[in-house]
């Protein structure tokens, strides 16, 4: 990823009344409550006609997708991340590092295959994929540790699909998985940086 950027708050069209219904879900109590609220209130916001999110989030990278903070809650330590996929880009197996998050599709489609972890030795995981879904605009879903597994692909070859996730916390580090036979795949720890976003 490219370098880390230090801005926590990117202003872009209806930005408030997102993060007031944002506010709203987390004050919500456990997590299984909150996450439930942000699925229908991230839903709301897709097809919201007054919340556009910043131009930036539109533009590809091209040798990985990108990730851009738009706004990190002071007051709840939530944290906003607009994730934009070329044609073809998508994520390794991978976790959470322990974070609820909540994803929707924001423009585009997006394949995503959740996996459950049937055992472990040491750095090495025996995963099953578990099922699959294919999201398209106004989709959202969440993911709560341990159930947080998964990949993302945008499948298309020709468009551009953007997301919206909604982190527990800011998501510096994740372990990503990468295959080695059969149904076995070795451990990564992985920094996760952010694209700038204007």
């Not at 839903?43 to 997708?65: E, F, G, N, S, T």
């Not at 939530?78 to 959470?96: E, N």
Request: a negative charge; hydrophobic letters at 35%.
């Amino acid at each position: 990823m490219n370098a880390t950027s230090d801005c926590h708050s990117v202003d872009f069209r209806g930005r408030d009344k997102l993060v007031a219904a944002v506010d709203a879900a987390v004050a919500q109590g456990d997590e299984h409550a909150v996450t439930a609220a942000l699925r229908n209130c991230l839903c709301a916001m897709i097809r919201d006609p007054d919340v556009q999110l910043p131009d930036c989030v539109h533009d590809p990278i091209d040798d990985h997708y990108a990730r851009r903070e738009i706004y990190r809650s002071p007051e709840h330590g939530y944290s906003v991340v607009a994730m934009t996929w070329g044609p073809g880009q998508g994520t390794p197996i991978h976790d959470h590092s322990g974070l609820w998050c909540v994803e929707g599709v924001w423009d585009g489609e997006l394949e995503i295959t959740q996996y459950e972890l049937l055992e472990r030795e040491g750095d090495r995981f025996h995963f099953r994929a578990a099922g699959g879904m294919h999201a398209g605009p106004g989709s959202a879903g969440s993911l709560i540790p341990p159930h947080e597994y998964h990949t993302i692909c945008n499948a298309s070859a020709d468009r551009v699909a953007v997301s919206l996730h909604i982190y527990k916390a800011p998501m510096e580090y994740c372990s990503k998985f990468q295959p080695q036979s059969g149904e076995w795949y070795q451990r990564i720890d992985s920094e996760l940086r952010t694209d700038e976003a204007a």
